[in-house]
């Protein structure tokens, strides 16, 4: 029996439709999820500065540690040409397939930021904004640090109740930080809503790499040249402002009597100024996000997109006025 040649033909025609729509599937299979296991991430620590910088760089180590996650680690020592150099390190790695930036300063990143997306890397900034396009990384999860001005010019403005005008001294961070340059900027901004006080910034410099050592010169150099004129001193983290209040102390003044002080980051350093009564108010800096800075890496791998571009810290604040025994509570129940 002859099979006729239009039944071979459309015979012929079906199997080869099967066969397409087989391989056509076999192409658009989902790939695998990719998992915390997955994750080797690079990053690029400005350094060891401070408590709160230590705290910040125990988040990122324990939690890759429960994550399973493997972590490359660059201590920048506070220098922007180091952290452009790890950029490049982690970009030419084939093993890295995230990059995390916590970053000195606020601009000169934007070559390597271009080439860690050439070359398919994600991008998170965490603590410290950039000026970058924000197409260039995945998103920014850090704090906001002009709010933290805000704060702590309300704070003062509390502390100096009673005083018709006052004079306050700054002793700022590395001025290149966005911390820095934004909690100068908060506070400076805010000053006009203190309608109990007229409070002047009487003078302000920067510690480079936020050393406190070179902190406390500033504040010693600055008793001697404003000798009974200082009221207050804002310090921009609780090194900063503890170096101030040993300098005031040296001086035979009283801090928290005859100069108010306030700081920020909240450490645990800074609460026992607290406790003691010589920092008057200490505005948070949340140093615990590495668990929402991996979440957010792997999502990018992960195809997720619609991400927020900058999720702000969750942060609060805290006064001598809530008294030794409540600090001492709260403080037993932090981290750092
Ligand atoms: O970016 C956060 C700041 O960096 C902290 O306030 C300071 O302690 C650290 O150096």
Request: charged content about 20%.
């Amino acid at each position: 029996m002859t099979m006729s040649r239009s039944l071979r033909i459309a015979m012929t025609l079906g199997v080869a439709v099967m066969v397409a729509a087989c391989s056509s599937t076999a192409t658009t299979a989902p790939a695998a999820k990719k998992a915390y296991k997955d994750m080797t991430v690079g990053f690029i620590q400005t350094g060891s500065e401070s408590g709160w910088r230590a705290a910040n760089t125990s988040s990122f180590k324990e939690t890759a540690t429960a994550d399973g996650i493997t972590l490359k680690f660059y201590d920048s020592q506070n220098k922007i040409e180091n952290q452009i150099t790890a950029f490049n390190q982690y970009i030419q790695d084939p093993a890295v397939n995230v990059i995390v930036l916590a970053a000195v300063g606020t601009t000169g990143y934007d070559d390597v930021l271009k080439a860690a997306k050439a070359a398919h890397k994600v991008v998170v900034i965490e603590d410290r904004r950039i000026e970058a396009d924000a197409s260039l990384y995945y998103t920014y999860i850090g704090s906001d640090f002009i709010k933290e001005g805000h704060e702590g010019e309300a704070a003062m403005c509390d502390l100096l109740k009673g005083k018709a005008t006052a004079n306050v001294i700054e002793i700022g961070g590395d001025q290149a930080a966005s911390a820095a340059i934004d909690r100068h900027k908060g506070f400076a901004e805010a000053l006009p809503n203190c309608t109990t006080t007229a409070m002047t910034v009487l003078d302000y410099q920067n510690a480079p790499g936020w050393d406190p050592v070179q902190g406390k010169s500033i504040m010693e150099a600055f008793l001697k040249k404003y000798t009974g004129k200082i009221d207050a001193v804002m310090g921009h983290n609780d090194e900063l402002s503890i170096a101030a209040i040993q300098a005031i102390d040296a001086s035979g003044l009283k801090a928290g009597k005859d100069v108010q002080v306030i700081g920020f980051d909240a450490t645990a350093d800074g609460f026992k100024y607290l406790i003691n009564g010589e920092l008057g108010a200490d505005i948070e800096c949340n140093p615990l996000l590495a668990p929402q800075v991996y979440k957010a890496a792997l999502d990018a791998l992960n195809g997720v997109t619609g991400q927020q571009a900058w999720t702000p810290s969750q942060e609060g604040q805290f006064f001598a006025a809530q008294g030794a025994t409540a600090l001492q509570a709260i403080l037993a129940t932090r981290k750092y």
